[in-house]
């Protein structure tokens, strides 16, 4: 950001700011104003200017105002007042010309997301890769945010946050393919990790591991997997996308282990002690297992059956959210373990829902299991529920 002497600096992506000579123009709780409504239209479109209906509809909205007009010759009366209080230098700060209003020439403007806009236009325009990287990387770090996050509830504010998260994304994309054939993937890494902070839940963790296997940082590859799914899960209530489970199949192809005897192999693969109950493991672990049983079922034919519970409220609609159904959830978790098999297999498919696999079960053995983790997890007058599905295969 400049701090050039009588330059007005702008900040849209992310929180909303005004500053001049280093001094902001905007108190703790004036964010949301019509003074701050009024200085982010006619600053973001500077150069087209803004009208009157738009800027009346931002200002105003649905509100019971008898005459728009004179209060927006009020607003922009008060708002011109305002910055000549706050230390400006004297202009006429708002321009009417053609039907339109524009912010004056006379104040430059530095604004972040016309910065990063500039940027992502010269990085398209730029064919020599080496330049055209660092102008995509100097691009993405200029993206700090959503635009105007904290405003999104104004259509236009809306709209132009579509337009530069999709520039952002582009960014991130041909940033990471051109690291990606040089190697870098040290830069590619930290361009990951940052994708993966400005957006989250966008599967940038997705760069950053294959940047973490470029560089054979296998178990780091894995403990974000780990972390990056556990965190989608909990957090949105989201499985693991196929760019995630893509990423980690490639991951287990690139592992490798220094050579070792099958005594030693074995007791790595051992389980823990004290294990007890179902064997419970993430979904891409549970999708691998179901690919490998439903081989043997199928060549042995042998009863094989899935079945799905989902907590379900008072009226038998599937919970969504809440702190109720972290909790239920939890408790379902530790039902399931000890109402099942240790031969069974069990994964947490999203918020309030749980997959078992049971080999050699049939559809009749299953009502049975459904009947018994229904009576633990229900409690005297509880009001929630489960509700099951069954699925079988060769019964």
Not at 267 to 278: F, I, K, S, T, Y
Request: charged share 30%.
């Amino acid at each position: 950001m400049t701090e050039e002497k009588n330059v007005l600096c702008v900040k849209m992506l992310g929180n909303f700011s005004l500053s001049f000579q280093g001094q902001s123009l905007l108190g703790t709780k004036s964010s949301n104003t019509q003074f701050a409504y009024l200085m982010q239209l006619l600053l973001h479109k500077r150069g087209q200017g803004v009208g009157r209906e738009i800027l009346e509809e931002t200002l105003f909205g649905d509100r019971d105002v008898e005459n728009t007009h004179r209060a927006l010759r009020s607003v922009i009366y008060n708002a011109k007042k305002r910055l000549e209080e706050l230390g400006l230098p004297e202009a006429d700060y708002i321009v009417r010309r053609d039907g339109m209003l524009f912010w004056t020439e006379e104040i430059p403007v530095w604004e972040d997301a016309a910065a990063f806009e500039q940027l992502y236009l010269e990085a398209r325009r730029e064919s020599e890769e080496e330049r055209k990287l660092q102008l995509l990387l100097d691009a993405c770090h200029c993206y700090t945010g959503e635009f105007l996050e904290l405003y999104s509830d104004f259509l236009w504010v809306a709209s132009e946050a579509r337009r530069y998260r999709a520039m952002f994304y582009e960014c991130v994309e041909e940033a990471a393919a051109l690291l990606r054939k040089k190697q870098d993937f040290l830069e590619m890494k930290q361009l990951g990790i940052y994708a993966s902070r400005i957006a989250p839940f966008c599967d940038w963790e997705t760069v950053t591991m294959e940047a973490l296997i470029g560089l054979g940082s296998y178990e780091e590859a894995v403990e974000l997997y780990t972390v990056t799914v556990q965190r989608y899960l909990e957090e949105r209530g989201l499985r693991p996308s196929q760019k995630l489970m893509d990423m980690l199949e490639r991951l287990g192809e690139q592992v490798t282990h220094p050579a070792s005897s099958l005594d030693g192999i074995r007791e790595n693969l051992e389980e823990d002690e004290d294990q007890e109950g179902a064997y419970m493991c993430s979904y891409p672990v549970f999708r691998g297992i179901y690919h490998m049983m439903k081989r043997m079922m199928e060549r042995y034919r042998q009863p094989m059956s899935l079945m799905l519970c989902t907590v379900v409220d008072s009226k038998g609609n599937p919970m969504r959210e809440g702190e109720q159904l972290d909790s239920l959830s939890e408790r379902l978790a530790n039902v399931i373990r000890q109402s099942v098999r240790q031969s069974d297999v069990v994964s947490r498919y999203s918020r309030g829902q749980y997959l078992i696999l049971f080999p050699n079960v049939s559809k009749e053995n299953c009502a049975r299991i459904q009947k018994r983790i229904n009576e633990h997890f229900v409690q005297g007058r509880q009001r929630t529920g489960l509700r099951f599905s069954i699925n079988s295969l060769y019964d």
